[in-house]
């Protein structure tokens, strides 16, 4: 019952994360997004509630995280943008650099959960998204408004918090680099560079708009800025103006996604092959 509100908030935050504006003027625009959803959802759960268990701890594990976590990164990166040393180069990265000493501390204080949830593990679930889990918050958000108990268990808002930190750590680096390009090289895990993408851009980005519509990465709670940035690293590559490739996909003939059918087609093929041996 909540599937036209997430879509129609994913569409906005789609909107507002590539808009040409200020950071901090994102920041902004977003946070009153998030309140505005996070309130309307409030109220559909205090009017209809949820129709057995299944359907709460859903709504706490994959749907409430989904605002709320961009709630709390454009939190971040307005305190981020607020706090940011206005002159000196080196003064700003070593404030960035800090910052990612704290996400880092973060994620290390909540290791355990945060192998249960990537690990896509499920029975903690009925005490970590079920309003008759345990009590004792592992998370204290500063936004109390949502710590209201009908409306919060004892993970959701921590499960909202490692998200937004996944997506803050991704705007840390890239501030870092238009700041000091190669100052951010020390921070990223990357994968040794044995993979290497030989296709067309185009064809990666119709894989990484078919992923993220398909909904099968973070519980399709992950927006699609993430899932490109993931890729960069993965293969090393730097996809610019991937929306403008999307549009000139959108325009072409039938079919449209022409790699993935390809893909699908060749797949079929060699499977065909393997049968008649």
């Keep these: 019952m909540f599937e036209k509100a997430m879509s129609t908030f994913g569409e906005k935050i789609e909107t507002i994360i590539r808009s040409d504006k200020p950071d901090l003027k994102k920041a902004d625009d977003g946070i009153n997004l998030?309140?505005?959803?996070?309130?309307?959802?409030?109220?559909?759960?205090?009017?209809?509630?949820?129709?057995?268990?299944?359907?709460?701890?859903d709504f706490f594990r994959n749907i409430k995280p989904f605002p709320m976590s961009y709630l709390i990164y454009f939190t971040e990166v307005r305190s981020c943008e607020l706090s940011l040393p206005k002159a000196?180069?080196?003064?700003?990265?070593?404030?960035?650099?800090?910052?990612?000493?704290?996400?880092?501390?973060?994620?290390?204080?909540?290791?355990?959960?945060?192998?249960?949830?990537?690990?896509?593990h499920n029975y903690l679930d009925h005490e970590f998204f079920s309003r008759e889990g345990k009590r004792d918050f592992s998370f204290s958000p500063?936004?109390?408004?949502?710590?209201?108990?009908?409306?919060?268990?004892?993970?959701?808002?921590?499960?909202?918090?490692?998200?937004?930190?996944?997506?803050?750590?991704?705007?840390?680096?890239?501030?870092?680099?238009?700041?000091?390009?190669?100052?951010?090289?020390?921070?990223?895990?990357?994968?040794p560079k044995l993979l290497v993408w030989s296709g067309s851009k185009v064809s990666l980005v119709e894989i990484i708009y078919g992923l993220y519509q398909q909904g099968d990465i973070n519980h399709g709670t992950v927006d699609l800025k993430t899932i490109v940035s993931a890729f960069e690293d993965f293969f090393n590559i730097?996809?610019?103006?991937?929306?403008?490739?999307?549009?000139?996909?959108?325009?072409?003939?039938d079919p449209r996604t022409k790699y993935l059918y390809q893909i699908a087609s060749d797949l079929e093929a060699k499977m065909r092959q393997d049968d008649e041996k």
């Design 238 to 253: 730097k996809l610019d103006n991937y929306y403008k490739t999307y549009s000139e996909m959108k325009a072409r003939k």
């Design 142 to 191: 500063s936004i109390n408004y949502y710590q209201n108990p009908e409306f919060s268990t004892s993970h959701d808002m921590l499960w909202a918090k490692i998200q937004a930190l996944y997506r803050f750590i991704h705007y840390i680096r890239e501030k870092l680099e238009r700041i000091q390009p190669g100052s951010s090289g020390n921070f990223r895990e990357r994968q």
């Design 88 to 120: 000196g180069n080196s003064f700003k990265v070593r404030f960035l650099k800090k910052e990612i000493k704290k996400i880092n501390k973060f994620f290390s204080a909540n290791n355990s959960f945060v192998n249960y949830m990537e690990q896509n």
């Design 34 to 57: 998030c309140i505005k959803t996070l309130s309307a959802l409030q109220k559909q759960v205090d009017k209809e509630d949820f129709e057995d268990a299944t359907s709460e701890i």
